[in-house]
């Protein structure tokens, strides 16, 4: 079987199974009243206030003091909003926090994160997975399925029901401010490959995903959590692309869809209109055209894409009546319920599609549990979110996403026992790739380069490097991102290109891929590894491809410059 033939047979499955695989979803006619009953009940039992305070999420933190933490509290008591959204903190406080929190709610709460790459994208003490972008060079989609059930198992831990992921974004930008690294790469298809690996996976384990961000944040210069990014292009650009994972991941069965707030022309002309406020947009392409009918989620309703031209609660009765159902972070919880129930009242917000999207959230609430809710378990948890099996699937994936872009040859003539120089850039302390290469080529002295060397101290440095008989590298951004653009000074870039110029020059790059086009002069080295992001884990990769211990598979998923182009990968001997 071919590999193109075996992934059409892999993703045939995925699909299939998705549209059985949400754990929760009732399978007779039985469930099914059991269900509906529970929904008409607790809608029932709730006022206007109450049922329009279920399309609310509101912001918590574990980071932020006793003071944060009961004012969260006061709102969940008083205003009986339907769920909450986690941001910093840690994993114990969280469970704690969760606990006491539910404990106040009139109806439970759908409790979600960005959890993008698992816990680790929001809590310190947890596993971080790879970004997607590093995924995005996997050639084997199990793997990816695989970890969004690992992540999906943690989020249940923790008592969470909903992750806002996977990013559907075709990051056709490589200046994109906003997407980059989250992205799993420029290509559409392995985009939409990727994503639903990762919402199949998430839901067979009975979390609700949503994919983000429609109809398409890949191609802005413009980050819309500061200003209102502008997408120009045609509709059927539009249709053909940017939009295209998304329609795969609803015929994939995909639970949610979370819309950016972008302008788009195309779609629907008022001018500074948010797509997150866009009827044409929300109801009538998402729900209409492309027949989505999971939950719709705004992106968070504080930013300034939305909230510059939309100020107090304008926005908030926008967004109900465009389609979206679940408002994000309203800025304002009492004065949203307001505005809310007074544009209700004046016909501003058709009242079935209102009842329609209550009962839509209710069910999603059933649909995860939360008809019998669980008190989360504060004991060993850390234990459970940092698993053994964890750490080896961790390894297992930067060990299938690790790209060698040239210099199959050049490694292979690599001799453990010649006079080696193992220079780190872009930092100026020991790093776990130097060390673990200490192990195989014994005659060698370690350098560094910090980002910020001057001239003298690099001219002095590339002196010594050419006394070795080999020298491999390693360029890292130490950043807590790895965003599109190295921040080292032009000494460094230059010093970069000398490097690689050198005889028998090895050179691995821990950092995002877009950052090698600034690089001038490093496709001159023997050969080329690319890491993606600076990971104790992506660092013992390398190692194992250059001691020739692992034979690297990943491919590059978005393209660099004319030299390295998507696709490009060579599996070393």
């Known amino acids: 079987m071919s590999v193109f033939s075996k992934y059409i047979f892999f993703t045939g499955l995925l699909i299939c199974f998705a549209a059985a695989a949400f754990a929760q979803k009732p399978q007779n006619a039985d469930q099914e009243k059991q269900k509906n009953h529970w929904v008409d009940s607790v809608f029932n039992k709730l006022n206007r206030h109450d049922r329009i305070a279920q399309l609310l999420m509101v912001r918590a933190h574990t980071n932020k003091g006793v003071a944060y933490e009961d004012s969260v509290a006061g709102v969940i008591e008083n205003e009986h909003i339907g769920g909450l959204v986690f941001f910093q903190g840690g994993p114990g406080r969280q469970a704690a926090l969760t606990n006491r929190y539910q404990k ?27 970004y997607q972008m590093t995924l995005g060079a996997i050639r084997d989609n199990t793997l990816i399925y695989k970890m969004s059930q690992f992540v999906a198992r943690d989020f249940k831990r923790l008592g969470m029901t909903m992750n806002f992921a996977p990013d559907m974004d075709v990051n056709n930008n490589p200046n994109n401010p906003v997407i980059g690294f989250r992205s799993f790469g420029d290509n559409k298809i392995n985009v939409a490959k990727k994503g639903i690996a990762y919402l199949t996976g998430m839901q067979s384990e009975g979390i609700l995903t949503t994919a983000k961000h429609f109809p398409g944040h890949g191609d802005t210069d413009v980050d819309s959590h500061f200003d209102l ?10 249709d053909t692309l940017e939009m295209y994972p998304f329609k795969e991941a609803i015929k994939a069965g995909i639970t949610g869809i979370m819309v ?5 022309p195309a779609l629907d002309t008022t001018a500074h209109l948010p797509s997150t406020l866009s009827r044409p947009i929300i109801t009538g392409v998402l729900k209409d055209e492309l027949g989505f009918q999971g939950l719709v989620v705004s992106d968070a309703m ?12 304008e926005a908030d009765v926008l967004a ?19 505005a809310i129930k007074k544009a209700i009242r004046k016909g501003g917000i058709n009242k079935k599609e209102f009842i329609a999207k209550v009962k839509k959230v209710l069910t999603a609430k059933y649909d995860v549990g939360l008809n019998h809710l669980q008190e989360v378990s504060e004991s060993n948890l850390y234990a459970d979110l940092n698993s053994e099996e964890s750490k080896n699937l961790n390894q297992q994936l930067t060990d299938a996403a690790i790209t060698l872009l040239k210099g199959d040859t050049a490694i292979r003539g690599l001799i453990p026992f010649k006079k080696t120089a193992l220079l780190a850039i872009g930092t100026n302390q020991i790093t776990p790739f ?25 001219n002095q440095l590339l002196a010594q490097l050419k006394t070795y008989d080999q ?19 032009n000494n460094v870039r230059d010093f970069i290109g000398q490097v690689s110029a050198l005889n028998n020059s090895v050179v691995t790059v821990f950092a995002n891929p877009y950052t090698v086009a600034s690089m001038i ?23 194992k491809v250059i001691s020739r211990q692992l034979k690297p598979t990943g491919t590059l998923p978005v393209n660099i410059n004319s030299a390295f182009t998507f696709g490009m990968g060579i599996a070393a001997r």
Not at 521 to 543: C, F, R
């Open 229 to 238: 990014p502008l997408l120009p292009f045609s509709k059927e650009r539009l």
């Open 521 to 543: 002069g490093i496709e001159k080295s023997s050969a080329l590894i690319l890491g993606y992001q600076n990971s104790l884990e992506m660092q013992q990769s390398a190692v």
């Open 302 to 313: 504080e930013m300034k894409g939305v909230v510059k031209y939309f100020p107090n609660s």
């Open 320 to 338: 109900l009546n465009a389609g979206n159902d679940i408002i994000e972070l309203t800025q304002n919880s009492v004065r949203a319920v307001a």
């Open 260 to 264: 950016a707030h972008m302008n788009v």
């Open 471 to 489: 020298v491999i590298v390693g360029i890292f951004d130490t950043r807590l991102r790895p965003y599109n653009k190295l921040d080292f000074n």
């Open 104 to 130: 106040l709610a009139k109806v439970p709460l759908l409790i979600a994160m960005d959890g993008e790459w698992g816990l680790g994208m929001r809590l310190d003490s947890t596993i971080s997975y790879p």
């Open 434 to 458: 130097q060390l673990g290469l200490q192990r195989w080529y014994a005659n060698n002295n370690v350098f560094y380069a910090s980002k910020t060397a001057s001239a003298e101290e690099l």
